[in-house]
Nanobody, 124 residues
Framework: QLQLVESGGGLVQPGTSLRLSCVAS????????IGWFRQAPGKEREGVAC????????KWADSVKGRFTISRDMAKNTFYLKMDNLDPEDTAVYFC?????????????????WGQGTQVTVSS
């Protein structure tokens, strides 16, 4: 079973950047599709970005396209979410996730491993 531990959340001002990290253990990431999700108070969990197990195909929610980047470092067995030009609407608890299968999707179903969540607050 893959275990995931997140870090990197915090309080930032609008227009600034933040990078979230998700360290995996128990297996290697090249077997899994990976994703980042977020959940704001009173809202459903939504997909933000994901990457196929091959590392060659990624998807982004329209609301973050061009601002957020998903990447992975196989040597560190870690994947990241780089968030630029943050907006107060990006405030949420962010979760990393990994699932079996080669392709990825932005629906929070079929991901077997989840991080504990990290709070991102964008406010002036």
């Amino acid at each position: 079973q893959l275990q995931l531990v997140e870090s990197g959340g915090g309080l930032v001002q609008p227009g600034t950047s933040l990078r979230l990290s998700c360290v995996a253990s128990g297996s290697t990431l090249d077997r899994y599709s990976i994703g980042w999700f977020r959940q704001a108070p009173g809202k459903e969990r939504e997909g933000v970005a994901c990457m196929a197990s091959s590392g060659g195909a990624s998807k982004w929610a329209d609301s973050v396209k061009g601002r957020f980047t998903i990447s992975r470092d196989m040597a560190k067995n870690t994947f990241y979410l780089k968030m630029d030009n943050l907006d107060p609407e990006d405030t949420a608890v962010y979760f990393c996730a990994a699932g079996d299968g080669t392709s990825c999707h932005l629906v929070p179903v079929g991901y077997d491993s989840w991080g504990q969540g990290t709070q991102v607050t964008v406010s002036s």
